[in-house]
């Protein structure tokens, strides 16, 4: 009864918050009336005289449906989640303050276009008239209420155009190239393992077998640059791979504490593609996209559609989309020419430098040179103040100040073969800390009408790197790479760019500028009318050199497999090729698996894997149980093959380990499937995989029964949708489930097209990554598009529209997209007008 009470009460506080969606609000600064209709789900259309008001109306909105995320998320970025939930955010906000990400957004803003900080400041003037109206934070939000226990004296600051700029950073900062890799092969080569070994863990890109984004005739690059180099790593000296080991070891668990609010890992990832009219059953092109992201609720994105009512120069919008929680316009989307997806591109376009510091200063081509040093204080919530210095070289700030385990890291660090005697610091180099021009490239998106204007809107885009699709209404498809890719060179012979860190006192190694944008990759109208964008190889050649460490493609073969196969694609193919479910690697491994010999119990397992295409669904069918079996059979085949690896970084399941074990395969002496816990014993592939197959139907036994036909993947691959404070260490359970949803059953896995991600180093199945949205664009006929959100509009816990998309998104089910007036009107379910004071009605 307790737990029932305890409820009522919080929906009975929380539903204050809730937004008005009818009727007339009075909002300071409009110079006109603005209509705002809301859809059966709440998602908002809306329409003004002006941009200024557009964009004041849209920040009013978005403050009305999720101010708290809002809020949340311009602390985290400032290094200020401490003062809102107390210690706990103490460890991310050193990480954030040392990078410096409020820092350079205030950099930032003064940089930008004219027009583009006049939109900004709009957004944030809506978004304070919200703030007004509400008087108080427990009349925002619930989670205010709950927080108030440890912070009563909480009041919310007014929204400012850097608290939107912010947010940026954290889009890059988790959708960066994935550099742990880095420093996880300067640890790895400290160890007894042979640099064979460890570069057996690094594959080179299967070109051939899947094919990159842009083949040799879709684009050819520049003359090759002093920068290209192969993307498999070379053998070289053991000695010199170890540099820095012990400061590396800091510097990767200082990173670690950063918060992930997109995500992170092999999990994240994002499929986009368009095809050609040529190709589709409409004669004008379709678009999809879903970037894969880590779930929560609310989620990622927000939806709406943002419509001046007469366009003009002064007032160039319509447009609909997606957009994140506090910034304004429309991050990916159409407008009523072009339409465009986004995947995380994925350049190295960070690295990490090995600092000889010494008191004040640090080394640099043979002078000792003064560190940056700036002092910064955390006000923690209930807790007294936190000062730290933060120190920065040329390169960037030394992350690992971060974490106190640096003061005796390094002492058995070696430089070139020969050991030292001074103890190594590491910086950071990362392009989004410096400004950039991304707020300009989303709303020269917004507004473009043409691939020029495309592009010229693409080269604005300076972080994150993203493969950027495009389509129009006039029947044209295109693809462009964007963003700042640093020019550097590798200071370790015969690896890539950026694959181990550099010595930061030697100035030969450092970045030399950016890739000029018309040496980045594009496509107009390739021959084979359809481009499929998942994370995948940009090209098979090596310069401009962008990583060397690519998703490595099977969702992106399968799409390609799938539209090649289909002579007349429709937007409903579209759609289902959004949720296949087929694991494309499985079949290979499959038939090793199924030619090991086994005990009878064991073999009743076994059996569910023959005739098995590879299928991951979540229903009662038999594939979905020989799903279950290979999966856990999977996950216990990468820990007994991998079990030396520490667990930060043993082998997630991902598309690069599907390579490394197919490799392996071919090599059934090799030592890594040597078990170093038996002496004596030397083991080979047959007998760990017959292990797996033993120890994944005795987990499976006690997990699901012992009748392997009644297995369903969906028991054990289930997402809990957390919330991201309340969720936390220290709030009640019963609290908590206010906020949460969970034990949602999906489908799908890891490197397959719907890619509901798991983490195999990890207890169990649960899914971490996903289609954090999903969207279809049918540019003949814009009002036909579809869409779903992975949650709801709103971030108010039991509003209607909280988590009503969840149950479509998990069947891989959309809702119509209305674009045009008529079309909104049709499907609006709450009409509200917003005036500027002096034109209330008197009553």
């Known amino acids: 009864m307790a737990v029932v009470g305890t409820s009522i009460v919080a929906i009975s506080v929380v539903r204050q918050s809730f937004p008005e969606t009818s009727g007339e609000l009075q909002i300071e600064g409009l110079t006109s009336s603005v ?21 004041r109306a849209q920040g009013f909105v978005s403050a009305q449906d999720r101010f708290f995320e809002m809020d949340l998320r311009r602390h985290l970025t400032a290094g200020r989640l401490s003062e809102l939930v107390g210690d706990s955010g103490v460890d991310k906000d050193k990480v954030i303050r040392t990078m410096g990400w409020r820092r350079v957004a205030e950099q930032e803003l003064p940089r930008l276009a ?26 925002m939000s619930l989670e205010y209420t709950v927080l108030s226990r440890r912070n009563p004296n909480y009041r919310v600051e007014p929204w400012t155009p850097v608290d939107s700029l912010a947010w940026l950073k954290a889009m890059a900062w988790d959708l960066r190239g994935d550099y742990n890799d880095e420093l996880a092969r300067a640890r790895l080569s400290r160890t007894t393992r042979s640099l064979k070994q460890i570069n057996l863990l690094y594959p080179p890109y299967p070109v051939d077998r899947n094919l990159p984004i842009l083949s040799a005739q879709d684009w050819q690059p520049a003359a090759e640059s002093d920068q290209a180099a192969s993307a498999e790593p070379a053998a070289f000296s053991a000695m010199q791979s170890a540099e820095g080991h012990a400061a590396l070891d800091s510097a990767l668990a200082s990173v670690d504490a950063v918060p992930s609010s997109l995500g992170r890992g092999d999990g994240i990832g994002s499929n986009s593609w368009v095809v050609s009219g040529s190709r589709t059953t409409t004669g004008k092109p379709l ?64 690295d990490f430098f090995l600092e000889q510091v010494t008191g004040d200063a640090y080394l640099r081509d043979g002078a000792n040179t003064p560190l940056v ?57 990362w392009t989004a800390l410096t400004p950039g021009s991304t707020a300009d490239a989303i709303f020269a998106l917004n507004r473009a009408g043409n691939w020029s204007d495309f592009r010229k809107a693409a080269a604005l885009f300076s972080v994150p790197s993203q493969n950027l699709v495009y389509a129009d209404t006039a029947g044209h498809i295109g693809y462009q790479a964007p963003g700042k890719i640093p020019v550097r060179r590798s200071s370790t012979p015969g690896a890539p760019p950026g694959f181990w860190p550099s010595p930061g006192w030697d100035s030969q190694w450092d970045w030399k500028g950016y890739v000029p944008f018309e040496d980045l990759p594009q496509s107009f109208d390739p021959a084979e009318g359809f481009i499929v964008t998942a994370n995948q190889a940009v090209s098979a050649s090596q310069t401009p050199f962008l990583t060397s460490e690519w998703d490595y493609g099977f969702r992106a073969q399968r799409i390609r497999t799938l539209l090649a196969a289909t002579p007349k694609v429709s937007p409903e193919t579209m759609t289902q090729i959004q949720g296949d479910s087929r694991n494309t690697y499985a079949p290979g491994l499959v038939e090793r698996l199924l030619a090991v010999q086994v005990d009878d119990f064991t073999a009743q397992a076994q059996r569910l894997l023959r005739d098995w295409d590879g299928s991951q669904p979540n ?225």
């Not at 979905?624 to 082998?651: C, G, H, Q, R």
């Open 35 to 55: 209509t705002v209709n809301r859809d059966g789900r709440g998602i908002p259309s809306i329409y003004a005289d002006s941009a200024s008001d557009l964009f």
């Open 114 to 139: 004219p027009e583009t900080r006049q939109y900004l400041q709009a957004y944030a003037d809506g978004v304070n008239a919200y703030i007004k109206q509400a008087g108080s934070p427990e009349k």
């Open 287 to 350: 678009l999809a996209n879903d970037p894969h992201l880590a779930l929560s609720i609310p989620g990622i994105w927000g939806q709406v559609n943002l419509q001046c009512r007469t366009v003009s120069a002064a007032c160039p919008f319509r447009v609909s989309g997606f957009t994140f929680s506090g910034l304004p316009g429309v991050v990916i989307g159409h407008n009523d020419k072009i339409a465009w997806g986004m995947t995380n591109l994925g350049p190295d376009v960070s």
């Open 373 to 429: 040093q700036r002092k910064e204080v955390i006000k923690v919530a209930g807790g007294a103040d936190v000062p730290i210095t933060v120190r920065s070289t040329v390169h960037g700030p030394i992350v690992s100040d971060v974490v106190p385990a640096i003061d005796t890291a390094g002492d058995r660090s070696v430089v070139r073969g020969a050991a030292q005697s001074n103890r190594y610091a590491v910086s950071l180099a």
């Open 619 to 843: 229903d009662k069918s038999r594939d979905s149980a020989s799903a279950a079996y290979y999966n856990a059979v999977w996950k216990y085949l990468l820990e007994l093959t991998f079990d030396e690896l520490p667990p930060d970084i043993a082998p997630d399941g991902g598309s690069r380990w599907m390579v490394v074990m197919e490799q392996l395969l071919k090599d059934p002496k090799n030592d890594w499937w040597d078990d170093k816990t038996t002496p004596g014993v030397t083991e080979g592939s047959g007998e760990i995989l017959k292990r797996a197959l033993v120890e994944a139907r005795l987990d499976l036994a006690r997990e699901l029964g012992k009748v392997p036909a009644t297995w369903r993947w969906g028991r054990l691959h289930q997402l809990d949708l957390k919330h991201q404070v309340m969720g936390a260490d220290g709030v009640p359970t019963v609290v908590q489930s206010l906020f949460d949803r969970e034990d949602i059953e999906l489908g799908g896995g890891n490197s397959i097209v719907n890619a509901n991600s798991w983490n195999a180093s990890k207890p169990g199945y649960d899914v971490t990554n996903g289609p954090s949205m999903r969207m279809v664009v049918d540019l003949a006929n814009l009002d036909a598009s579809r869409w779903v959100n992975s949650t709801g509009q709103s971030g108010h816990t039991y509003d209607d529209h909280y988590s009503d998309q969840v149950d479509a998104w998990a069947a891989n089910e959309t809702f119509p997209w209305p674009f045009s007036q008529n079309a909104v009107r049709d499907a609006s379910a709450d009409e509200l007008t917003l005036i500027p004071p002096k034109a209330a009605t008197t009553p």
